[in-house]
């Protein structure tokens, strides 16, 4: 069977090396970004990025973390409570994401707000809030160029988690680093202006120094490669299949045709012109012969004699 399937390929070697250039075409273009123009631009669609995460405890002056009273303080007349705390988080999460915090922790981090994104954590029942649109954002998710920021809220416990990517792992942990500073200075700016008592003011702690590392973007070589290979084997599959079910199908047509042939019924012979004629010709009646009489017959025997 393999020999038989060779044999035909074989035969068909113009049309699979169409297959081959449909194959190398794929692989070029999943593994490859081309921009067309003069002359065109050709760029890997992979590429390095820095990542970077940092956690942050959002407490009470009386920290939550070790009081094991009943799950709430009273602090100066506020009673405070873990799911308080993460409803704050979330608060805090969302103001991060809109301006002037974002414009404040952008520029803390060295990097133009047009290129920083903030995700908002999801709300309550799930739904994932949209990213604000803004003309000075240019750039969007997946954006080698982008340096995004998104953060995440424990539903039990009140930590907001950051998790950051920028075009190298140095922005990546500076954009962290700021972040927290910059919530912290907020948070200690809008207390001032309000002139909340010391006791009554959120704390940030970080749970530990950002971390960062060096990731690899993009789609992989592999999976290209492997893609490429599909649409070979699907290629040479069509090149040798399709003509076995072209003639199938006109052996299959000409059998039908054959039997309802068979089928129709066969006409009458028709009858001989010449035969026709003659079975309409009325028969000619016999020529009968005069008989002579007797004594006449033997006068002439006589005169002949």
């Not at 290129?115 to 954002?137: E, F, R, Y």
Request: charge should be positive; proline fraction near 8%; charged fraction near 20%.
């Amino acid at each position: 069977m393999a020999i038989t399937v060779l044999r035909e390929l074989w035969r068909r070697r113009y049309s699979v090396g169409v297959g081959i250039a449909y194959a190398l075409l794929v692989v070029i273009l999943m593994t490859f970004r081309v921009t067309l123009g003069f002359p065109p631009k050709i760029e890997s669609r992979q590429y390095n990025a820095g990542i970077a995460a940092s956690d942050v405890l959002i407490d009470s002056p009386n920290s939550q973390v070790v009081d094991v009273g009943g799950g709430s303080t009273d602090v100066e007349g506020a009673t405070i409570d873990l799911n308080g705390l993460s409803t704050r988080a979330r608060l805090l999460a969302n103001l991060m994401s809109n301006s002037p915090l974002k414009d404040r922790i952008a520029k803390a981090a060295g990097i133009s707000s047009s290129k920083l994104l903030v995700i908002a954590p999801t709300s309550a029942d799930g739904t994932q809030p949209a990213t604000p649109d803004s003309p000075s954002v240019k750039v969007k998710i997946g954006d080698r160029d982008a340096n995004v920021l998104a953060l995440f809220v424990d539903e039990t416990l009140p930590i907001l988690t950051m998790r950051v990517q920028a075009p190298d792992p140095a922005t990546a942990k500076q954009l962290a680093t700021s972040a927290v500073s910059q919530l912290r200075v907020y948070l200690k700016t809008v207390a001032s202006a309000d002139q909340v008592p010391d006791a009554r003011q959120l704390v940030i702690s970080p749970l530990g120094p950002a971390t960062s590392a060096t990731v690899v973007k993009g789609p992989r070589r592999l999976f290209a490669i492997l893609a490429g290979l599909l649409v070979l084997a699907l290629w040479c599959a069509i090149t040798v299949m399709f003509p076995r079910l072209v003639r199938t199908w006109q052996e299959a047509a000409r059998a039908e045709a054959a039997e309802a042939e068979h089928r129709k019924p066969k006409p009458e012979p028709e009858p001989d012109a010449d035969l026709i004629h003659l079975e309409a010709t009325p028969p000619s009646p016999p020529v009968r012969r005069r008989r002579r009489p007797a004594a006449a017959a033997a006068t002439g025997d006589r005169q002949s004699g």
